[in-house]
């Protein structure tokens, strides 16, 4: 069958391997960070076909999101813009029909792709229904158990059911852009016991012993500055959900239940491929929304520049050709590439004020010039839960992180070859002092560089 929009625009000639333009799935879990799949080095966790897609595809092993929250995040994954750009900083904020216009959802589904999104939305309170062609997503953060018929299931496994449903709709002779956002594994905010896993799994890892991490041992805790402490957010939730190491092992326990419930609804999603045998005519982009915080530093949650909350997991699984299987790449990527990447693989013009950039060099194994730093903000404000703005830069080495509330100005910096733990802060150390005022330098370069944004003008990394 004949497409309307595809040949007008030349999508399926265009894109780099020369042919019809590829299905694509995007994966979005919430609150996965990068080292929670086995592909990554995690021994106990049992994620299959995560594992599959980073082993048969090319794997980001140093991905970062821009902003460590689901909203500005899911906005910056859509759109490939940081959020002063997009304008989103908070939950409140819808996407208007500019942003949507630019996201890769509806460039596709305008270029004769036939679009759906299920699961957690996640930007904003009105959900964008008639921006695809399918849609069963909601809005807020979900809950994980329904009652259905006077049977209870879980939210992942009626996301996988979604999924399915629209995969089964689509006409094979026209290209499908499917994203695919699991509430997995966040918490269930103040329902005890806060992961609330698939009751399917409750004896998976029952006898296992996970290793407690460096950071939760308390002195992480007592040299944080004061407004870090008792009265940050952060310290309110750890104290709720690991306050013991009994309640910690517990929780953790929880979580990686509910990252595997996620890996099997993701080989749901794969055998169905395999079975029609177009899983040689798919890409799939798998990822988080940004990381987190298990108790480390005696915290919860993200929002933070530390490597807990703002590194994530990157699969892009593209099994068309040999050259994009089985790679590992250690270049810095951000969220704000994954519009971009799939915007090339489908055979679209990337819009010239795009922050992001694509990774379909580095999935061919290209060495493209790359970008050595980027710009971290976090600026949400809510009454009444206390978190800091901050802002900061993380470049291949070095971390500058710049505290806007609590303690307004209170800095820090951080040698990541020489302490990849962030232990010790090297504002104060007369032997970085110079670094100190680069770091500041960038900062202030990428401040006013994303203040000047314009999306009808061109953009680039501040030189």
């Known amino acids: 069958m004949a497409v309307p929009g595809l040949a007008a625009i030349g999508c399926g000639s265009v894109n780099r391997l020369g042919a019809r333009p590829p299905n ?6 919430d609150d996965q960070r990068w080292d929670m799949l086995g592909a990554a080095g995690n021994r106990i966790i049992r994620t299959p076909h995560m594992d599959r897609l980073a082993r048969e595809g090319v794997q980001f092993e140093n991905h970062f999101v821009t902003t460590s929250l689901c909203a500005p995040s899911r906005t910056s994954i859509f759109t ?8 989103t900083h908070g939950f409140a904020t819808a996407m208007s029909d500019e942003l949507h216009a630019r996201s890769y959802p509806v460039r596709l589904r305008e270029a004769g792709y036939r679009t759906g999104f299920v699961g957690k939305y996640g930007v904003g309170r009105t959900l964008p229904e008639d921006k695809f062609d399918y849609f069963d997503g909601f809005s807020g953060q979900g809950q994980y158990v329904h009652e259905i018929g006077g049977e209870k299931r879980h939210l992942t496994r009626m996301i996988g059911d979604k999924a399915l449903d629209f995969l ?14 699991f509430k997995a594994p966040h918490v269930q905010d103040r329902v005890p016991p ?3 896993n698939d009751p399917e799994y409750d004896r998976l890892y029952e006898d296992a012993e996970i290793p407690p991490f460096k950071k939760l041992d308390p002195r992480y805790f007592d040299e944080l500055p004061e407004f870090l402490k008792e009265e940050y957010e952060g310290r309110i939730r750890q104290q ?4 013991t190491r009994d309640t910690w092992q517990e929780a953790m326990k929880r979580y990686y239940r509910l990252i595997t419930g996620v890996d099997v609804q993701i080989g749901r999603m794969l055998d169905w491929l395999d079975e029609r045998g177009i899983g040689g005519d798919t890409v799939i982009v798998f990822t988080s929304d940004n990381g987190f915080f298990l108790g480390e530093r005696g915290w919860a949650g993200k929002y933070f520049i530390h490597e807990e909350s703002i590194r994530a997991p990157l699969v892009v699984w593209d099994p068309r050709t040999p050259k994009r299987m089985g ?26 004020s795009t922050n992001g950039r694509s990774l379909v060099p580095l999935l061919d194994g290209e060495s493209p010039p790359w970008r050595t730093d980027w710009y971290y903000e976090f600026l ?10 901050t802002e900061g830069v993380r470049t291949e080495r070095w971390k500058y992180n710049l505290y806007l509330d609590g303690q307004p100005g209170y800095e820090e910096l951080y040698d990541l070859h020489a302490d990849p733990e962030e232990e010790s802060n ?8 110079d670094r100190l005022r680069q770091l500041r330098a960038r900062h202030r370069a990428w401040k006013q560089s994303l203040e000047a944004w314009r999306p009808d003008a061109v953009w680039s990394d501040p030189a």
Not at 80 to 87: I, M, P, R, T, V
Not at 330 to 352: F, K, V, Y
Not at 380 to 389: T, V
Not at 426 to 433: I, P, R
């Open 240 to 243: 709720r959900r690991f306050s």
């Open 80 to 87: 490939g813009l940081y959020a002063s750009c997009h304008g």
């Open 168 to 181: 089964a709709t689509c006409d094979l002779d026209q290209p499908f852009c499917l994203s695919v956002s």
């Open 327 to 352: 790679r590992r790449r250690s270049e810095m990527t951000l969220n704000l590439d994954i519009a971009p990447t799939i915007l090339e693989l489908a055979g679209l013009s990337i819009d010239p």
């Open 380 to 389: 949400w404000q809510r009454e009444g839960i206390p978190i800091p703005r």
């Open 24 to 29: 694509i799935i995007v994966l979005v879990t």
């Open 426 to 433: 090297l504002v104060s150390s007369a032997d970085h002092e």
């Open 194 to 196: 806060f992961f609330i």
